[in-house]
């Protein structure tokens, strides 16, 4: 079965600084992960997503994501944080058959930004 | 493109009652996806369609809840009778392709409480 585990339930940095949020997932075969968004009664927005290929994957509003396949990982980082970035971030898997077609998110990890 | 439409966007309902929720995917998008969001439990997979007919319902919490697809641009989640443990917001999504490459969009997402 697929998982997703996003150990930091919150965390807080200070605008301007360097932002890294954890993820780590179980997947039996290739993974396709992605990193979602979400602001307070919102839904859900895409940031990025992995397939294949470079390992080091380019968003939306600056984020990027890095895949390393033996830590099961997919950190979101962020080199200079604004006060807009506060909001929910989400991490997901999902595959290319059977079960794979559907996503499983993390629980998320609410960033809250102090100016 | 309007995205994936949701309605309503809140609904104030009383115990026993039922409820619709309304989902309109994006046009030429041949998977449909409802899902459920709550603090407890976070975001869960209710049920997706593909090509309107339903593939996988194992995340419908039980027969109060029932999803149809009558067409390609229309999907309904229906909760009969509504309890005030279904209280949530209720996300649909929908998907080009097979496999999770083809990308997700998420509606706004409809609120639901029932008191």
């Known amino acids: 079965a697929q998982s997703v585990t996003q150990p930091d339930i919150h965390i807080t940095v200070s605008e301007g600084a360097s932002l890294e949020l954890r993820c780590n997932y179980s997947y039996g075969a290739t993974p396709y992960l992605f990193w979602y968004v979400q602001s307070p009664g919102q839904g859900l927005q895409l940031l990025l997503k992995y397939f294949s290929g470079d390992t080091l994957v380019q968003g939306i509003k600056g984020f990027e994501a890095e895949f390393k396949r033996s830590q099961s990982s997919f950190n979101l980082r962020k080199p200079s944080v604004h006060w807009s970035d506060a909001a929910e971030y989400f991490c997901a898997v999902g595959g290319i058959t059977g079960g794979g077609n559907k996503l499983t998110f993390g629980t998320g990890t609410q960033l809250k930004v102090e100016l | 493109d309007a995205g994936v439409i949701q309605s309503p966007r809140h609904e104030v309902t009383e115990m026993g009652q039922e409820v619709t929720l309304r989902c309109k995917p994006i046009?030429?998008?041949?998977?449909l996806f409802w899902y459920r969001q709550t603090m407890m439990r976070g975001l869960e997979l209710l049920i997706y369609f593909n090509n309107n007919v339903p593939i996988d319902d194992s995340g419908m919490p039980e027969d109060r809840f029932s999803a149809k697809m009558p067409n390609a641009s229309f999907s309904t989640l229906k909760i009969q009778p509504s309890e005030p443990r279904d209280s949530a917001v209720y996300f649909c999504?929908?998907?080009?392709?097979?496999?999770?490459?083809?990308?997700?969009?998420f509606g706004s997402g409809t609120r639901l409480t029932v008191v």
């Open positions: 046009s030429g998008h041949d998977y």
């Open positions: 999504a929908s998907r080009l392709g097979t496999g999770a490459s083809g990308g997700y969009t």
